[in-house]
Every structure is written in C-alpha cells, then in structure tokens.
T-cell receptor
C-alpha cells in the first residue's frame, strides 16, 4: 500500500497557467509538508500543516497556495506559473504528536513540474 | 548561506571500497537525519541521531553525530552497487520539526 501518494507524477504546462498537485497520506499522520527540489537536488521546505492548520510558511511567492481539506490531504495550487517554478515537488508527512525528539518524515514519489 | 554543507558533492568508487561523506555546520542541531534518495523517488530516512557523540550502525552503514552536535558523518564499508544514490543530511533546531537539508552527496558505486 502506498503511504504518501502524489498526483500527477509529471506535469508539463505553459507559463501563465494555473495548476494543482494533490497529495494524500494513509499513515494516520497529523502533519504534512510540501518541499521543492531544484535542478541541483537542493530540497527546501515550502509549507507544513498540522491538523489542517498552517504551521510553516517559508518565503514562497503567494502564487503558491496550499490547501488541506483534511488531515490526510494537502494540495498545492500554483497560479501564473513561471519558468523558475520548474522543479520536483515532494509531499511528506509525519506524526509530530508522537513526542519523539525528531520525527520521521515519509516522502511521496514527487511531481516533476516543467514550465515551458 | 547554506546551513548544512555536505562533502563531497560527488563520489564515484568501485564496489568493495569504503567511503565517508560529511555533513558540517557552524550551527548546533537538536537532531540530524540521513536520507537516501534514488532517481525518480522521494528521500527515505536511514537514521536519526540526537545525542552529541552518538554512533549508530545500520548493517554496513555507520553514522556519527559530532560531540558539539554541529556535524555528522556517514561511513559505508564495502560499498555495493545498491548503495548508489543521493545521500542527504537534514537537521532540526530548537523545538521545531522543520527540516533543513544539505545539498547532498551523489554516490555512484561501480561494479
């Protein structure tokens, strides 16, 4: 069974378009994240949600809007796509309420976004 | 400014060789994690270290957290082709669960 799933796997679109990426986790986790991995493989956090509440919001253009309809889903909507948005976007989840000193994050397979 | 510096950036070795990759910072971390990422997939957690000086072993992989909790190393003994991948270190600071990643070491083990 897939723990963290993302759709689509690949997304090719033109500049100026609006697109969404969906993420679902079936692990019963309370926290979900979006990361961006650039062409040099640098992985950087964008957002995190805990129980549908926004916790981390890094310096990300407001063209990016996350939405969490419930604890198991965290979608990412991107408006007015730009060339620089091309990257691989990873969703992840964790159980923060476990109280462990450092939580384990489970990553999805990624969505490769190409803006032309 | 990159908080976590990983070295080397690229490493190509022959099967059976030993290797060490490093993750260094001038800042203190409450925990350090090591992930391995294979092409087309998301990172997978290998280990978490939380105590200064801590050493953890996972089969042929040995992880160490520096005494001052500012650096970590990953040593692989008798590397195998299946060890090929991108190794990422990531750390947390204070009470935050926010993970800060290094830029990774791309390891290639040749048969």
């Amino acid at each position: 069974d897939t723990a963290v799933s993302q759709t689509p796997k690949y997304l090719v679109t033109q500049m100026g378009n609006d697109k969404s990426i969906k993420c679902e986790q079936n692990l019963g986790h309370d926290t979900m994240y979006w990361y961006k991995q650039d062409s040099k493989k640098f992985l950087k956090i964008m957002f995190s949600y805990n129980n549908k509440e926004l916790i981390i919001n890094e310096t990300v253009p407001n063209r990016f809007s996350p939405k969490s309809p419930d604890k198991a889903h965290l979608n990412l909507h991107i408006n007015s796509l730009e060339l620089g948005d091309s990257a691989v976007y990873f969703c992840a989840s964790s159980l923060v309420s476990s109280g462990a000193p450092s939580v384990k994050q489970y990553f999805g397979p990624g969505t490769r976004l190409t803006v032309t | 400014t990159q908080l976590l510096e990983q070295s080397p950036q690229f490493l190509s070795i022959q099967e059976g060789e030993n290797l060490t990759v490093y993750c260094n910072s001038s800042s203190v971390f409450s925990s350090l994690q090591w992930y391995r990422q294979e092409p087309g997939e998301g990172p997978v957690l290998l280990v978490t270290v939380v105590t200064g000086g801590e050493v953890k072993k996972l089969k042929r992989l040995t992880f160490q957290f520096g005494d001052a909790r500012k650096d970590s190393s990953l040593h692989i003994t008798a590397a195998q082709t299946g060890d090929t991948g991108l190794y990422l270190c990531a750390g947390t600071q204070g009470g935050s669960e926010k993970l800060v990643f290094g830029k990774g070491t791309k390891l290639t083990v040749n048969p």
